[in-house]
Each structure stands twice: as structure tokens, then as C-alpha cells.
């Protein structure tokens, strides 16, 4: 029996290991918290490809068969591939219609081209220009023979963008890399020598914001590679800070990317309390501050993680808020997305059509979705004022010039996106009517 004059002591004794339980308890509530983050085994092995049976699903599959990508669809239930074709054309225009139903009072206020000294309250005049727009994106890539036969991008910037050409030297390559010798010839056949000192002049001071995935980083590339002489510092792809693309003899104008993969309306980095997530980036860009400094916005919106309503109502609310004040007169340009292309490595050259629905459907990533996605966007950004540009379209086309390895949807520098920076310009241009 304890006595009643030590009671006291063993109480004070007690504290410590009172403390102690109680931390142990708190670490392991916090351990299972973790680790309940995990994916299951389930969710890691329905990734796994049959490596046992190959096909061949894509027309650049030359060499050998690959294992069929279906598995690798990371939002399965958004995904349409058990469709038949004229269901999920169906699919598509009724999607188209709801759009059109939902910005039909959203944006009734918004004539022509905001941003535009042409075509800003101009409505007719705005859907001719849009109409020559996709003239310029539709046509196909024709093989050039001569050197010196068209204009290729200099590249100084992100070494990744470089990597073809330096594989292709070491490898024994001597002149122009295979996919640097096609050009984009349109069918209206009407491309204009690029010349940087007039696009910055028709920037006249015009600060520029790109905004959406890692694929519109490569805008960024783009921008600094033809309008600056030299290399810009940017550390990492989600916030490069802003650079300065044009000066003197032009107005001074400066270029910045921020990475938000759904163009979301968020003000704050979301900390998913405290396990941040790489899956969606999306860094704050609707600020009154961001949107007035930079009157000119080239947007994207790529990830197929949602319902079509959901990425209707998604878009709409952007829009909505970059139109409601500070971005009434602001010039929108939105970027189609585009596919991948499996194995690029496999690929030597353009392709001759674009791929079929069927083949579409095999595709991984939700890129079987895109084509719909990007109708819907179309209908979008048109009636709150933008400018639609499907750069998509070109690159669709082109398997070959990818980065290549692991990375079969960025593309190296110079190649196929030569003649996104072409079709850029001649847009520019013609919003500020000095086409001719």
C-alpha cells in the first residue's frame, strides 16, 4: 500500500509518462493520416500495361507493336471511349449546345474583339477575322528540300527544348534535325516572313500573360526565343517570373507565365492541407493587380479531370471574372489543346490526316476527350470576346519532333512549333489590321 504522504510524488512521477501516451497517440493519428493518402494496391496495379500482346493502334507504330494504353486513363469515369462514334459525336453537340445555352446571357454585352483597335465592338467584322484564323490553322505539312527555304526558330532558352539537336549531332546528324524540314502551308496559303520588330510593334507595350499547363510553357519558350537576342533566367515551369520581350526602339513590353492547369479563380495555392499536390497546379493569375498590369491573356484549359459541364461552368466563371471590371478591355487568346503521341520515337515524319475517332480512343491521359473539349471552349471564349486559335491542329499531326523518350507531348525547339510562333504573329497582326 502506497503510502498517503508519497501519493503525491507518484501523481508528479505520472506527468511525464501522462505527456509521453499522449504524444505517441497524436503520432500515430497522424501516421495513419498519411499513409491513408496512398493510393491503393488496386489503384497501382490498374496501370499495368500487357506487355505480352502489342498492337499496332497508331500509324507512326512503324517498328513494332506497342502494349494497348487504355489502362493508362487516369479519370476513367469522364472518359467516352465506350462509345460508339456517332454517339459520341452526338455527345459532342449536345455539349456544344449547352455552352452556347450558357453564355447566351453571359457575355451578350461583348461585341467583336475586345483588346482589338480593329475588330473591338465589331461583330461581323470579328467573325470573318475568326473564320481566317482557322484558314490559317487548317492545311497540312509539306516537305521542304532547300535550307534555306523557310524560317526556323533560334533556340537559347530551356536546354530541354535543345536535347533533339544535340542527340541528333552526337549521333552523326549533319545539317537540319528530319523534323525541322517541313513547313505548315494552310489553305489559304498566305504566311508573312516573321519579323520580331513588327510583332513588337504591334505589341506596342502591351504586357503579355500565358496561362495554363506545361504545354503553354513552351508558349513562353516560344515568345523569348523570337522576340528576344539572347537568353532570359527562369528557375522551374509554374511561376516564371517576367521578362522583357521588347525595347527600345519599341515600347517596352514584358512577358510572364504562370502555370494553372484549369484556369481556376483561386487567390490562394491550394496546401491540401499540408500534402500539396502535383497532380493540378493552380497558381492564383485572376488578381485585379495580375489582369490590369497584362491586358494581353494567352489561355489554355487541358486536363480532362471533370464531367463537360463542370469544365463549361469551369471556363465560363474565368471569363466572367477576368471580363466583370479590370479585363473589360483585355485581349484573350485561347490555345487549343492537343494530343500526345505514344512512342514518339517511333515516328519519321507528319502525319497525313488526323487521327480517326476510333484511333483517338485508344489514346491514354483523356486526350481521346480533347477534340470535344476544345469545341466546347471555342464556343466559350468567342462569346466573351476572344480569339480561338487551334494550334492543336498542326501539332496533331506531328508525331515526330517531340522531346522524345518519356516526353511524347512537348515538342523540341526548333520543329513543329516554328509555325505556332508563324500563325501567332500573323494573328497579332491582323487584330491590329497590319496584315498587308
Sequence with gaps: MVNRIEAPYWRRLNWPRIILYGLSTVLVIQLIKTFSVRPSVKDDTHLQLDT???????PWYQRQGHPNLSPLQQHPKYI????????????QENMIKKAREAVAHEFQHIKGIPGSSVYAGKPEAARQFRSLVDCWTTGEWVSVTSQSAHWTMPHFQDPLYGSCD???KKTGGVGRRPATNYVWKSKCDASIDLDPGKWCSVLNGRHLMLVGDLIQYQLHELFLDTLRDGPATCFGELNCKDHTVCTSPYRNTRLRYLRNDVLSTRRKMNANHGHPTAEVIEWPFTSATLIRHYPVLILNRAPVIESDESFIKGLIDTLRLIRSSTGANSLIIYRSTGIGHPFCDDATGPLQAPLTDDQQKKLPFGWS?????????????????????????????????????????RYCIPGPLDSWAQILYQVFLGLEGQLE
Design 52 to 58: 505480352t500482346r502489342l498492337v499496332r493502334d497508331f
Design 80 to 91: 467516352t471511349t465506350h462509345l460508339s462514334t456517332q454517339e459520341r459525336q452526338t455527345l
Design 369 to 409: 476527350e480533347v477534340a470535344r473539349r476544345n469545341a466546347i471552349a471555342r464556343v466559350i471564349v468567342e462569346a466573351a470576346g476572344g480569339v480561338f486559335v487551334d494550334l492543336a491542329a498542326l501539332t496533331d499531326l506531328r508525331p515526330d519532333g517531340h522531346v522524345g523518350g518519356q516526353d511524347c507531348v
Design 166 to 168: 544535340r542527340k541528333f
